[in-house]
């Protein structure tokens, strides 16, 4: 993952399947912090539960230009739902949560972050 800060024109990663879980996921974070173009990143079925999902929030704000993001089947409960909610990018235009699990809380916070989302698209 760190040798992702060595690709600073990287634009998609798609890391789906992995099984990257928290230790991987806290990896990526911070690989993450180097790739400032990337628009596209798919972590489908990665095995990021709520602890993944933080750190993922935690690499967020270093990604301004990303308009696709892609957590499908990640255990995600409420915890990890928000966490991602507080560190949306405004430019986000498909944003897929889908196969998840983020309760009435999670659903209730992203009532209320997806509307400043202006050029979102679609959201599952």
């Known amino acids: 993952a760190r040798a992702l800060g060595e690709l600073p024109a990287l634009s998609h990663l798609d890391l789906s399947g992995c099984a990257l879980g928290v230790e991987g996921a806290e990896e990526l974070a911070r690989g993450l912090a180097g790739c400032g173009q990337l628009a596209t990143l798919v972590l489908a079925e990665a095995g990021l539960g709520d602890h993944g999902a933080a750190a993922l929030a935690r690499a967020l704000p270093s990604l301004p230009r ?11 409960h409420a915890p990890g739902v928000l966490a991602l909610c507080d560190a949306l990018p405004s430019a986000i235009a498909h944003l897929d949560l889908s196969h998840n699990f983020p309760g009435a809380a999670g659903f209730r916070r992203l009532a ?6 202006s050029a979102l698209v679609s959201a599952l």
């Not at 990303?66 to 995600?76: E, V």
């Not at 209320?112 to 989302?117: E, G, H, I």
């Open 66 to 76: 990303l308009t696709s993001l892609c957590l499908r089947r990640n255990a995600l």
């Open 112 to 117: 209320q972050v997806l509307p400043r989302c």
